[in-house]
């Protein structure tokens, strides 16, 4: 079998690490100075769910994991820590660890992204206060996930008063566990906390007051692309620094080049997540849409975004193969959906833990409808891809409407992108061309960038752009507009489900 990397070694210390610390599994790959990859290594972690709407991930497996990958990684490369020049790390954002700063314990398991415990905490909050934050109040970020844990672990609040228990989202903590005590997160991760002013790109003290958070348990925020440490001692990386911290939509937005306004990813993974760079300019939505940070390079000013979070699409598909057993990999969706013309008019709203963009509604429930005796597993299959291009097309309508100037392409991503009737069906379904970059792991390729960019492996933004390039474009073909209404019908049911 063909070798998946090039064989080419690069010249020591110009090569870049990137740690992908994601929702199911922890990867962690090197790129040449060229940005090819070179090797890669990943392991899955536990998923747990105590109770219905509640995910968990045990941070000390999710740190355990990251010291294997990386070791394996520079196995598989046959090269040492010596001969890499930074490492870039990206994560899944929101998820929220508290640990004690002595010990290094966390005092509960990390609370996921996809966690709705906290809507009751929600409840009392007022959309209003927390506007210039770019968020709606919603249990999918940071803020009532650390407050959830203060209010329900045992002494831990009085702790992280006397500045004993400290927070992080996920880069935070594997920056404090693999510099020893570096407590920093990036601004793209406090962007989703719900405790960072958009604007300043600093913690509103006064929202911290609002969530009950005491204000010394929160990192230092940094930029995306700027040593903030070095690596002390683990399994093979000495002394390297840490240059490059960005939460892992916004480093796909960086890896597929997004870098001027107006340019758009969709990331197809467990969730979709589309980004739309603003430029220098906040832009706030009318239909639903999120202000967060794209990225921000060392000192200079910080570009933002407009983001459409979308909870399931690929986890749909898991739903699929793990609780209805009707397909036994996720790629085998394909072959099933193909097996029929069309969807029959069947449709599978997937609103498992309510629905995010555009419609923030945590109280949506998951339906499937339109069902006759004639419908097959097939169109199951059928239905779960459709649905998750409909509900892209849903957040880039949402764009449209925003900005007044609809996107012209759209760059995609993900474990989906592989699924070629899907990327087919999004082409026609939005009537823009769907583009697939050629390395498609782009959010540890956006993480190492923004680490090579500071320690001069890459040396400019045109560089990184130059890097980007095409494995396939999917034109779109005229559809019927039918389809999508049935789609808009079936969200309505998701709301009196
Ligand atoms: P994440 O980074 O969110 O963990 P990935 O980008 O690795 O996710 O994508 C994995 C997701 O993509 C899974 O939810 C899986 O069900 C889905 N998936 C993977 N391959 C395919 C495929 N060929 N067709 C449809 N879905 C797929």
């Known amino acids: 079998m063909a070798p998946r990397f090039p064989t080419r070694i690069p010249h020591r210390r110009s090569i870049v690490a990137a740690i992908d610390q994601g929702t199911t599994s922890t990867r962690c ?38 010291r294997r ?40 398991n990390a609370i996921v992204w996809q966690d709705t415990r906290t809507s009751e905490i929600c409840a009392d909050l007022q959309a209003a206060d927390f506007e210039h934050t770019g968020l709606p109040v919603s249990t999918y970020f940071s803020g009532p996930k650390i407050r959830w844990i203060l209010d329900n672990v045992p002494g831990a609040r009085e702790r992280a008063e006397t500045g004993e228990l400290i927070f992080g989202t996920v880069e935070s903590w594997l920056i404090w566990n693999l510099t020893r005590g570096e407590h920093v997160t990036d601004v793209t991760n406090a962007s989703r906390t719900m405790l960072m002013d958009l604007s300043t790109g600093k913690w509103d003290h006064e929202l911290a007051e609002k969530l009950q958070i005491p204000v010394k348990m929160l990192p230092k925020i940094v930029s995306n692309s700027q040593v903030i440490g070095k690596i002390k001692r683990v399994n093979g990386f000495n002394n390297v620094p840490i240059a490059g911290v960005l939460g892992d939509q916004q480093a ?45 390079l060392g000192n200079e000013p910080t570009t933002y975004a407009l983001e459409g979070s979308i909870a399931v699409t690929g986890s749909l598909v898991q739903w699929l193969r793990d609780n209805l057993g009707i397909i036994s990999t996720a790629p085998d969706v394909e072959k099933l959906a193909e097996s029929v013309p069309d969807n029959g008019g069947c449709y599978i709203v997937p609103a498992f833990s309510g629905l995010l963009a555009p419609y923030w509604r945590e109280d949506a429930r998951g339906v499937i409808c339109g069902l006759t005796r004639f419908h097959t597993k097939a169109h199951f299959a059928r239905a779960a891809l459709e649905a998750t291009a409909y509900q892209t097309r849903e957040v880039v309508e949402a764009m449209n409407q925003d900005t007044g100037i609809p996107i012209t392409a759209l760059k995609a991503d993900g474990g989906m992108v592989g699924n070629s009737l899907l990327m087919q069906f999004q082409a026609d379904q939005l009537g823009v061309p769907v583009m697939v970059p050629k390395i498609t792991e782009t959010t540890a390729l956006g993480a190492a960038y923004a680490a090579g960019l500071a320690v001069g492996v890459y040396k400019s933004m045109k560089d990184i752009r130059a890097m980007w390039r095409e494995q396939r474009t999917y034109h779109p073909h005229p559809t019927e507009d039918a389809l999508f209404d049935g789609w808009r019908k079936a969200v309505e049911k998701s709301f009196d489900s």
């Open 29 to 66: 790959m090197l790129f040449d100075d060229h940005g090819q990859a070179i090797a890669s290594s990943h392991l899955e972690h536990r998923q747990i769910f105590p109770r219905p709407g509640w995910v968990e991930h045990d941070p000390m497996e999710i740190w355990a994991n990251t």
């Open 69 to 108: 990958v990386m070791a394996d990684v520079l196995a598989r490369a046959e090269v040492t820590g010596d001969d890499i020049a930074a490492v870039g790390i990206t994560n899944q954002r929101e998820t929220t660890v508290v640990w004690d700063k002595t010990t290094g314990q966390p005092v509960y």
């Open 252 to 296: 796909a937005a960086f890896g597929q080049a997004c870098l001027e306004p107006g340019e758009v990813k969709n990331t197809y993974g467990t969730g979709n997540f589309l980004l739309l760079n603003t430029g220098n300019e906040i832009k706030r939505s009318e239909h639903g849409l999120i202000s967060t940070v794209a990225y921000k």
